[in-house]
């Protein structure tokens, strides 16, 4: 078992869709990823909040193995977001932005702990992703997110980053807006030119699915009763990726393709959870046994 740094916002989050409306509820990629992550490993969360925002270990579940050492404080109001989701829960419009404190981020990684195996970079500016991997070491696992605004503003950035990491994470429709490729295999030849030689493409209802240039990987959904918010289904999903991955590898050069694979179903899992509550509520409380049964399952049932 070993920690993974994790470096996104945190945020408090308005919601609103088909099943009713939820104010100002604990958010943020952050937040979603070390819950996830928390249940196989130690995180080390890289963020900033205002003093509004509550006690983190309390807030992200109370048995995950949280390190607080770069999780930063400081005065003012924690970032808000607000946003509205349509009837089939596939899109959303973001109603308000408030960056807060989040606004002057500059994550800082002590020398003492750059060489942590395994780094998640969350859905922020490239700009800051960028900043982190300078600041790390070389061997480390690094894997990223990202989104269509970043995409629209500074592809060349984004470009910059895929040219250093060892997995991109990436909806379908992001991956066709940053390659400017209409099929799907021209897409991801254009990633692996980048020198990024993973990629996992997130296909909503149609599960996601894992890419090496030589192998392809899929996964279905994990069906729940009622789907109340996917809001943090992305990076619920990494969070138990990169939880499985730091769990089973002790450095990069471990980390093999059906260990990835395996991966995969445990991050549909903890995707799954997530998507039963506003917020982090029902992915906070869940235990290792649940993940561990819906990723056997989801295990048994792909290809």
């Not at 990202?146 to 980053?161: A, C, E, H, L, R």
């Not at 990491?165 to 990633?191: F, G, H, P, S, V």
């Not at 694979?261 to 509520?281: H, K, N, P, W, Y």
């Amino acid at each position: 078992m070993n920690p993974i740094l994790a470096v996104g916002s945190v945020a408090f989050d308005s919601i609103q869709t088909k099943w009713g409306k939820a104010e100002n509820i604990v958010g943020g990629s952050l937040s979603y990823f070390t819950s996830a992550a928390g249940l196989f490993t130690e995180v080390y969360p890289v963020c900033i909040v205002g003093e509004d925002f509550p006690d983190p270990l309390e807030t992200w579940g109370k048995n995950r193995k949280i390190n607080l050492k770069f999780f930063v404080r400081t005065p003012g109001k924690t970032f808000r977001w607000s946003g509205i989701y349509h009837e089939d829960m596939d899109y959303r419009e973001t109603v308000l932005t408030d960056l807060g404190v989040f606004a002057q981020f500059k994550p800082i990684v002590d020398s003492k702990w750059a060489a942590l195996p395994f780094l998640f970079l969350g859905n922020i500016s490239p700009l800051l992703q960028l900043s982190v991997l300078k600041q790390v070491d070389q061997n480390v696992f690094s894997a990223m997110d990202t989104m269509n605004f970043w995409i629209d503003g500074n592809p060349s950035q984004v470009y910059q980053v895929l040219s250093e990491i060892n997995l991109m994470m990436i909806n379908n429709e992001e991956l066709y807006q940053l390659t400017n490729e209409q099929e799907e295999q021209a897409a991801l030849d254009k990633i692996f030119s980048q020198g990024c030689k993973l990629v996992i493409v997130k296909k909503g209802k149609g599960g996601a699915e894992l890419h090496s240039p030589e192998n392809c990987y899929k996964v279905g959904i994990y069906s729940v009763l009622k789907v109340v918010d996917t809001t943090g289904a992305g990076d619920s999903f990494a969070g138990g990726v990169l939880g499985y991955l730091a769990e089973k590898c002790e450095n990069s050069s471990q980390v093999k393709w059906d260990i990835l694979c395996r991966a995969m179903c445990f991050g549909t899992a903890t995707a799954s959870l997530s998507v039963e509550s506003f917020g982090i509520d029902r992915l906070s409380a869940a235990t290792r046994e649940e993940v561990d049964l819906r990723a056997e399952k989801i295990f048994n049932e792909s290809s």
